[in-house]
């Protein structure tokens, strides 16, 4: 626990941060989570994951930028990408961070980006997931995903199982229809806010399943642990619900092996693939989930 809370502490550190990206092992290394530094590389990586029969979700990494012209230019990114799924016939949506499109500079900036990004991906019939950031920024991200809705119908959030809120923000979001992504959480979280053990986010993330799968549009169950999937599985079988009704979704070179064994078993399996400079703060999450990843990087950056 006190190693992750560093890790995730640390995934704001700027010295660690120039240190990790520009040292060449550690950049290597990245790429065991994240599928490249360019558009291409991503591209070329979701071939071979829909040739094993899995969909993707395409990241261009960014969070958190600070001026309209960043935002901006991260929404144009975004538009590139929606251009290369179409050009490229690939099966992938995407997924963005609403700190990348201006957030953190005014709510009404960051509007008309997601807006602009919705009206050219409804041209290409292309899903966009709203990823869901730490909790200061949880409300915004549902008032901002309910109203958008109401305009597009492929628009989706995303829920922290770990979260008290979550109940309610799930009942809500059945209730409108929204498309949901369960997670348990990637952020350090009050305790006032947040379970802090385990045990109580895992129970809270199989109460919200079952309530997606059973009244939820067309949930994604995104999660590396096994027991819960299982529990998914065997909660869906005995309640009629088809395996086309929903999906496992799971983090690019995380557990392959499940993710092939998923999708032989005729689950639909999607994979999110991040790609970009900005890796950073994402590779330190998946390091603060799994503290062997940070032995991996670091005797590879050592060496
Ligand atoms: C598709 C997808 C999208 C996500 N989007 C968001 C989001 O928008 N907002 C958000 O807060 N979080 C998001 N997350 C991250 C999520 O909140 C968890 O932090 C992450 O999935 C780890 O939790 P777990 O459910 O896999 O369970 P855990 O209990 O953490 O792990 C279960 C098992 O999975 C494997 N595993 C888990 N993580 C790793 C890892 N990093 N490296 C290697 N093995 C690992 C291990 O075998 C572990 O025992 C997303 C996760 C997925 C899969």
């Not at 990637?186 to 385990?198: D, N, S």
Request: aromatic share 8%; net charge neutral; with cysteine.
């Amino acid at each position: 626990m006190v190693l992750r809370d560093t890790l995730l502490y640390l995934a704001q550190n700027d010295n660690l941060r120039n240190f990790v990206i520009t040292n060449s092992a550690t950049r290597s290394v990245s790429r065991r989570f994240v599928a490249g530094e360019a558009l291409d590389e991503a591209i070329e990586a979701t071939r071979v994951l829909n040739q094993r029969g899995m969909h993707v979700s395409l990241d261009h990494l960014g969070e958190n930028v600070s001026d309209d012209r960043e935002a901006r230019a991260a929404t144009q990114d975004f538009i590139t990408v929606l251009d290369a799924i179409k050009q490229a016939g690939i099966d992938a949506n995407i997924s963005i961070k609403l700190t990348a499109l201006g957030l953190d500079i005014s709510q009404q900036l960051c509007e008309e980006n997601v807006r602009r990004l919705l009206e050219h991906a409804h041209k290409y019939s292309i899903f966009v997931r709203i990823d869901m950031e730490g909790s200061p920024y949880t409300e915004q991200t549902i008032d901002i995903t309910l109203r958008m809705h109401q305009q597009f119908e492929h628009v989706g959030t995303v829920i922290q199982s770990c979260l008290y809120r979550s109940r309610k923000d799930v009942e809500q979001l059945i209730a409108q229809g929204v498309r949901v992504r369960l997670v348990k959480g990637a952020y350090k979280e009050p305790r006032t806010i947040a379970m802090q053990e385990k045990k109580d986010v895992d129970h809270s993330f199989v109460q919200l399943m079952m309530m997606l799968l059973l009244r939820g549009n067309y949930p994604a169950i995104a999660t590396h642990d096994e027991a819960i999937i299982n529990a998914t599985c065997k909660y869906a079988r005995d309640h009629g619900i088809s395996k086309e009704a929903f999906e496992f979704q799971m983090l690019y070179g995380i557990r392959r092996d499940l993710q092939e064994k998923l999708v032989k078993q005729g689950y639909n399996m999607r994979i999110y693939v991040p790609y970009g400079s900005q890796w950073y703060p994402y590779l330190m999450r998946r390091m603060a989930e799994r503290p062997s990843n940070l032995m991996f990087v670091m005797s590879n950056a050592l060496r």
